[in-house]
């Protein structure tokens, strides 16, 4: 008998099962812990066959717009999990049927791996890409496989003199948040809440579990200056580019590019096995990132999003507000990216 049920397993279940399959950060209950910290509203739903564990799907619900109901949507960061279709089809109905009075829609994003389970006619599906890095190759190897403009740009960034450190405080950690809500706000990003970052940081820990590099130049007086931060979660022996941000007037220097070699090299003296480099848009779209992720030599992955509308008109009405706020210069999103 299978039965789709609201809430969460015991934790110990809830871990064993995880160790028998496939899964990533997103998918535990420290992540869930994460999320509920940061008071994002969360749905959990999980699968039960004749009383054991089958299926989990995590899912934030978060904003389009500041505005309640027309603004709320949901998403699944690393997809649901589940033994076979039979478990899928219970989990999706449930849902359609649940999530529906909550928000205007609901996208699972789909790593494809060959042994994907298919979604139903009415769940529209987009494609994008991903790239990734095998850290088992040595950085010697890793360096091989970088383009011509990044060897270019990285001895362009060496004339700065730069230095790189981890950020260990959470005082450092607040001046990284500022640098990328800055930066957020010049692309016209979601930012990063601070209370995710901050709990985060002091749950996975600044050594192990979310690395925050910081890259400095010589203020000219004696001290340094941060121009660049990234942040990179590490669970097992993999890595997820998690947010970035810099100093727009530091961009020629390049020192962009030269941060992620550092990191590269480091994360291999730690033992990280794989880098994920986060999303690279659409397939077949101009997304510039895209273009500077894929100078670094990784294998190019296709990642699936599964969407299904609840609500398809209030949705465009949201869409459309969405665009003049932006354009207005402020956004009310907070959308967490794998």
Not at 234 to 239: E, Q
Request: aromatic share 10%; with cysteine.
């Amino acid at each position: 008998m299978i039965q789709v049920l609201p809430g969460i397993p015991s934790t110990d279940e809830w871990k064993q099962w995880l160790a028998t399959r496939q899964h990533t950060l997103y998918h535990t209950p420290e992540f869930l812990q994460f999320m509920l910290k940061a008071e994002y509203p969360m749905h959990v739903y999980h699968v039960r066959r004749d009383a054991k564990l089958a299926g989990l799907a995590i899912v934030v619900e978060d904003r389009v717009i500041p505005v309640p109901f027309i603004g709320a949507k949901g998403f699944c960061p690393a997809g649901i999990l589940v033994e076979d279709a039979e478990i899928q089809q219970a989990l999706l109905v449930e849902l359609q049927k649940k999530l529906r009075r909550h928000m205007l829609y609901l996208e699972i994003y789909e790593p494809d791996t060959g042994s994907a389970l298919e979604y139903p006619a009415k769940w529209r599906r987009d494609f994008h890409i991903n790239y990734v890095i095998d850290l088992t190759q040595g950085i010697g190897e890793v360096r091989k496989n970088y383009s011509r403009a990044i060897r270019r740009n990285l001895r362009r960034a060496e004339l700065e003199q730069p230095r790189w450190r981890l950020v260990t405080t959470v005082q450092e950690l607040r001046t990284v948040h500022r640098l990328l809500c800055s930066t957020s706000q010049r692309v016209h990003a979601p930012a990063l809440p601070w209370k995710l970052l901050r709990t985060v940081f002091n749950q996975l820990g600044p050594r192990t579990g979310c690395r925050c590099y910081v890259a400095e130049v010589p203020d000219g007086v004696g001290g340094w200056i941060t121009i660049n931060t990234r942040i990179e979660l590490v669970y097992g022996d993999r890595a997820i580019d998690w947010y970035t941000g810099s100093v727009e007037q530091y961009a020629d220097t390049q020192i962009g590019t030269w941060m992620v070699d550092r990191i590269l090299a480091d994360l291999v003296r730690c033992g990280v096995r794989c880098f994920d480099f986060g999303g690279a848009g659409r397939e077949g779209g101009d997304y510039g990132p895209a273009e500077f992720k894929r100078r670094f030599g990784g294998q190019q992955i296709s990642i699936s999003r599964y969407q299904y509308r609840f609500h398809p008109h209030l949705l465009a009405i949201a869409r459309m507000l969405y665009r003049v706020i932006r354009r207005s210069g402020g956004t009310g999103n907070r959308e967490v990216t794998t």
